[in-house]
């Protein structure tokens, strides 16, 4: 029954986020659900410590992370930036390439270490261009921005410096380069695959006739300028955010140490403020990086933005405290079913599966999906199994840089269902329902999950690390 209880406040969300309907409204009410069926007593103590903890504490980490990220990219579309990389990037690799010239974009943001939350957002402006100039369907965006970003630059390339590589390094006393190879052939597994899917769902929308779409929501607004900036020019906040990000991550720590402590002056006996940079500083080096960015685009840019400033930094904001919110409400609802008796009942059912590495990635792939967060499921998984995991790895002879890949891979697989705060992020950015695209990120989903199974059996067969 307890188990029964955890998979119905699972499926209940996901059919909530599928349907449409706010999830900052029912990720606690199907969270607060379980916790009635499991022990009522428990339901205001739960939400009060847990649930409102966990959701504020996302908040106050990430949240000018989403309003900064949102400014960058509404700047890019009213700087005329977007459609001008847009133009440049048609000259480049024709108007049949849209799909891939997206996804390489991605993937260059994100494995430079700018947060996925923010190449949505970044992206997004001149994707919608993109695809209208080469009149592919709008829908498709979605699974693209997925393809480029979700998946093999957030786990599967060595070195990457997303969160979800960063993890198993506590665990497993590796680096971010571990298993270079497995992780290679994983990434190009995903990339190979993904794009050829997103290419035959393009030909066969052309061929029955859809284009880009009327009537669309949050499309960008047009630029109204006669000439374009250079695309030179318009390149450079991108790569000024991905190269402030890697300067600042590196110079924070030198900068301020360890912690950092102060007195605030206030009347009475205040307590000395501690913050512990290390848990900080990427978050610092992120927010730094979209600060020059912004700077860079009102350098060059300042008469085409300060026109339509006012109205699209509202827009922007607005859209930053949506995402931030359905995100944060995911997170709180992964707190609480983590913290309820049947999710421990899935916990140890994975235990009997006996292969170490398909043990690892199911188990990882499994509470990511329950949680619906890859950091958040990898987080809570390694935090409870990750001895056991070790354990046997050692007795078959398996090196930690298999078990952090397979790890890392594998979070970021399931963890992309409906109710995914990723997901409802990139629906509520550009504007798209689950009906019209989530297919299409399921499908770059279950690609990326397969990818695991490709990494495991390159292992064994080549035995390549």
């Known amino acids: 029954?307890?188990?029964?209880?955890?998979?119905?406040?699972?499926?209940?969300?996901?059919?909530?986020?599928?349907?449409?309907?706010?999830?900052?409204?029912?990720?606690?009410?199907?969270?607060?659900?379980a916790v009635l069926l499991t022990d009522p007593s428990l339901v205001a103590p739960m939400f009060t410590g847990l649930f409102m903890d966990k959701m504020v504490g996302f908040l106050k980490l990430y949240f000018p992370v989403f309003m900064l990220g949102a400014v960058f990219g509404k700047l890019i579309e009213l700087s005329g930036f977007s459609k001008s990389i847009v133009a440049a990037t048609i000259g480049l690799v024709g108007r049949s390439r849209a799909i891939l010239s997206i996804v390489l974009v991605c993937a260059l943001l994100t494995y430079g270490g700018v947060s996925l939350f923010v190449v949505v957002f970044a992206v997004y402006p001149f994707a919608a261009e993109l695809f209208r100039q080469s009149d592919i369907p709008k829908r498709l965006i979605p699974g693209t921005i997925a393809l480029g970003a979700f998946t093999f630059t957030m786990d599967s390339l060595p070195g990457t410096p997303q969160i979800q590589n960063i993890i198993p390094t506590a665990f497993f006393g590796t680096n971010t380069w571990a298993a270079p190879w497995l992780g290679t052939i994983g990434g190009v597994f995903i990339l190979i695959v993904g794009l050829t899917y997103l290419d035959w769902r393009r030909r066969k929308a052309a061929a029955a006739g859809e284009g880009y779409g009327d009537n669309l929501l949050n499309e960008p607004a047009p630029f109204e300028a006669a000439t374009l900036p250079h695309p030179l020019i318009a390149l450079l906040p991108l790569v000024l955010v991905g190269a402030c990000n890697k300067l600042f991550t590196d110079l924070i720590p030198r900068v301020y140490g360890e912690t950092q402590s102060f007195l605030p002056s206030v009347v009475g006996n205040a307590k000395p403020v501690v913050q512990e940079v290390s848990k900080v500083a990427a978050i610092w080096a992120v927010e730094g990086?979209?600060?020059?960015?912004?700077?860079c685009v009102l350098a060059f840019a300042w008469r085409a933005v300060t026109r339509h400033l006012a109205a699209g930094s509202q827009a922007a904001v607005g859209g930053a405290l949506l995402a931030s919110m359905n995100t944060a409400s995911e997170y709180g609802f992964g707190a609480v079913i983590a913290a309820l008796p049947g999710f421990k009942l899935v916990a140890d059912a994975l235990h009997t599966i006996p292969n170490p590495l398909l043990n690892e990635a199911v188990t990882v792939t499994a509470l990511a999906g329950i949680t619906g967060s890859a950091s958040g499921g990898m987080s809570i998984a390694l935090g409870a199994m990750a001895e056991t995991f070790i354990a046997n790895a050692n007795a078959?002879?398996?090196?930690?840089?298999?078990?952090?890949?397979?790890?890392a891979m594998a979070s970021g697989g399931m963890d992309t269902l409906p109710h995914n705060g990723a997901v409802i992020t990139l629906l509520a950015v550009t504007g798209l329902t689950h009906r019209q695209s989530y297919k299409d990120i399921f499908a770059i989903t279950v690609i990326k999950t397969l990818a695991v199974l490709v990494v495991i059996a390159a292992y064994y067969f080549l035995g390549v690390v």
């Open 1 to 33: 029954m307890a188990f029964l209880i955890v998979l119905a406040a699972l499926c209940f969300l996901m059919f909530a986020a599928y349907r449409g309907y706010s999830v900052i409204l029912f990720a606690p009410i199907a969270a607060l659900g």
């Open 289 to 295: 990086a979209l600060l020059v960015g912004i700077l």
């Open 396 to 407: 078959a002879g398996i090196p930690m840089e298999v078990l952090h890949r397979v790890a």
